[in-house]
């Protein structure tokens, strides 16, 4: 059966609402939870010992632990900061980049991330040869170019497709969300911290673009493929991973395990999911359209 994972937490909350969150996620029916920064060293509510206990407990708890690393490495703390993390001894790692894909090469198992940009079989080959167990399909790769690579896939390799959430899909220097408030990167005074879901940026027609997450770019619309479920099962995808949302997290979790179990419908379900996203469902990349797009077309 498909397995379901809780992808890295990519907002800046609270340390309280963090603790809260992943005590939730212990007992959820998720087999994996990716942990820790992702997206800007400056954010310190939660600590790197603090990942660490967090991750001890989950483990305790029966769940798959990666540790997950920053997709843009700024400055020599970031290295000393990488290094730590691959060598922590303990807890499979989710390389972001090539950095940590060169440090983690030939050291044990390692997930290799989305952002490393795996559109091909060679660079899959590569990524298994040295050490990866597990890749992340590219945000922007639909069903057709999915099912070419797993027709040549390495074997010994799982395959993981980001299944919901706001899509993470570009990353920059600069602080968007700082600069939003006029404010240089180096004194943003966290602002972030105030959009649990990211700042949401609309066209001139006040239609929504964007959403601004720190340095991160994400889509403005709710990445869904809860109805390409049975699709993904047959094609051999082994894991779905849903994005944190700041509230109703134990509901769209809930509603992809009532559908990999096939207790609901999945058309039900997704209609149902509406009341709990933060935005409108999206899932054109799936189906090789513009990502914006929402269709129910027959799966293949």
């Not at 198992?109 to 060679?122: D, E, K, R, S």
């Not at 945000?139 to 799982?158: F, H, K, N, T, V």
Request: net charge negative; hydrophobic share 45%.
């Amino acid at each position: 059966m498909l397995k379901l994972a809780v992808g890295p937490l990519l907002y800046y909350w609270p340390r309280a609402k963090v603790m809260a969150f992943y005590e939730d996620i212990a007992a959820s029916p998720v087999e994996i939870v990716y942990l820790g920064e992702s997206v800007c060293s400056r954010r310190h509510e939660v600590r790197a010992a603090e990942w660490l206990e967090i991750a001890a407990m989950l483990e305790a708890r029966g769940k798959q632990v990666v540790l997950s690393t920053l997709a843009l490495i700024e400055s020599s703390a970031d290295v000393t900061a990488l290094r730590r993390l691959t060598a922590n001894g303990r807890f499979m790692v989710e390389a972001s980049d090539m950095g940590a894909v060169q440090l983690l090469a030939d050291q044990g198992p390692f997930v290799a991330g989305p952002h490393l940009n795996i559109y091909n079989p060679p660079t899959l080959s590569l990524m298994a040869e040295l050490g990866a167990t597990r890749w992340v399909m590219p945000l922007e790769m639909g069903r057709s170019g999915l099912q070419a690579m797993l027709d040549q896939r390495p074997p010994g390799i799982e395959t993981e497709v980001f299944a919901y959430g706001r899509m993470p899909l570009a990353f920059s220097a600069r602080c968007f969300t700082a600069r939003n408030r006029n404010l240089p990167k180096d004194d943003c005074r966290f602002s972030c911290i105030e959009h649990p879901d990211g700042l949401l940026m609309q066209t001139r027609e006040q239609q929504p673009f964007l959403v601004l997450n720190g340095i991160q770019s994400q889509s403005a619309l709710v990445y869904n493929l809860i109805t390409e479920i049975d699709t993904m099962q047959r094609m051999g995808v082994g894991v779905a991973r849903l994005s944190p949302q700041a509230e109703h997290m134990g509901q769209i979790i809930a509603a992809f395990d009532s559908v990999r179990q096939g207790v609901a419908d999945a058309a039900e379900v997704a209609d149902a999911m509406t009341a709990y996203m933060p935005a409108a469902a999206c899932n054109g990349y799936w189906h090789g359209k513009p990502g914006l797009e929402l269709t129910m077309e027959a799966a293949l």
